[in-house]
């Protein structure tokens, strides 16, 4: 298999499978019976918000690259147009009105990671040069083009994060509760960790699936009030074992659309070192963004969904989880909604 991209695609990658010019991956098996099948699932009415106000954590001590919220706002008339009386424009108008506008990095607080988040170095034509390429070939500086490329028209004109958007982020979500079994104890979960917290908590994953994984992280950055402990935070709650080989290969064969985690990368970061002279040292997202294009959601906040979910003896349960349809972004904030 091959296309105008790409003559070699990675070693268990699914390149192609969805179309030569896929661009949302995975999310591809989240057909119109499965979506009905998730809305089935909801008995209660009741609605569980998933993200963390986006001021959260709070500094910079998680990621140093990544920034609070910043707002702005315009000037109008002497003033801004903030608190502003329209009264100004006309003297009969009663109305006083406020708008802002918000220096917001993508990734600072709950997310999804975009397909164009995180790609490789890889010889995508044979010609024995590794080139940048991220999911289905899309390539670094051609693609997915940056301010230190040629190009100047800046951002992901492929696989950009409103791919996402319009793919109708709405399904099943199955809830796995690592914090239960491991408290906020630091442990590196693998394939037979996971499994057994499946197995054992009845959650039944399957094609179409959005897998979240609750590990209390995001719990412990609320209780922190905005003055996130970097070196606690460094040594608590669970994470994925990135590095596990039966763990990837579990995600692939299982056919869910993405991984949710309310931690900071779903996997371990740094992860285990890895073998050979070059490996990727994010093999999670690897596997899942780069081969898979199956995004991943992180920074979520499971905390009360969690504890209903343990009161009512369910694991599954509607999820609503749209990024913004922000046009060539790689990651988005998102405000996902649990229904039940
Ligand atoms: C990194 O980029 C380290 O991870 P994330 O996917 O959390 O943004």
Redesign the pocket.
């Known amino acids: 298999m091959s296309n105008q991209r790409w003559t070699q695609r990675p070693e268990g990658s699914n390149w192609g499978d969805f179309g030569p010019d896929d661009q949302i991956g995975r999310m591809n098996l989240l057909t119109p019976e499965r979506r009905l099948k998730a809305i089935r699932e909801v008995e209660h009415g009741l609605t569980f918000c998933l993200s963390l106000p986006l001021d959260y954590p709070g500094g910079n001590e998680l ?1 140093a690259l990544r920034k609070e919220p910043r707002f702005f706002y315009e000037k109008r008339g002497t003033g801004h147009n903030y608190n502003f009386r329209l009264s100004q424009v006309c003297g009969c108008f009663s109305d006083v009105v406020s708008d802002d506008a918000v220096m917001l990095y993508t ?1 600072y607080s709950t997310q999804w ?1 975009g397909l164009g ?2 790609g490789q170095m890889f010889d995508v034509d044979g010609d024995g040069v590794a080139e940048k390429v991220y999911y289905n070939g899309f390539q670094g500086g051609v693609h997915v083009v940056g301010p230190d490329d040629a190009q100047s028209d800046l951002g992901a004109h492929a696989i950009g994060i409103e791919n996402l958007a319009t793919a109708g982020v709405q399904g099943r979500g199955v809830l796995v509760d690592l914090e239960k079994v491991h408290g906020r104890e630091r442990v590196l979960v693998g394939y037979d960790g996971l499994m057994g917290m499946i197995d054992d908590q009845k959650a039944s994953v399957e094609t179409g699936d959005f897998l979240c994984l609750y590990t209390g992280f995001a719990d412990l950055i609320l209780e922190m009030g905005k003055k996130p402990d970097g070196e606690v935070l460094a040594k608590s709650c669970p994470v994925l074992d990135g590095r596990d080989s039966r763990l990837l290969n579990w995600i692939t064969d299982s056919g869910i659309v993405a991984i949710c985690a309310d931690n ?3 996997e371990a ?1 740094p992860a285990r070192p890895g073998e050979g002279d070059a490996y990727p040292g ?1 093999p999670l ?1 690897a596997h899942c963004l780069f081969k898979l294009g199956l995004n ?1 959601g ?1 920074l979520w906040y499971f905390g009360e969904l969690a504890r209903w979910l343990r009161q009512n003896g369910k694991t599954s349960f509607l999820l609503t989880a749209p990024p913004l349809r922000l046009t060539g972004a790689v ?1 988005s904030p998102a405000t996902p909604i649990a229904t039940v």
Request: net charge negative; aromatic share 22%; charged share 15%.
């Open positions: 990621f990734q990671d988040h995180v900071f990368a779903v970061y994010l997202h991943l992180e990651g």
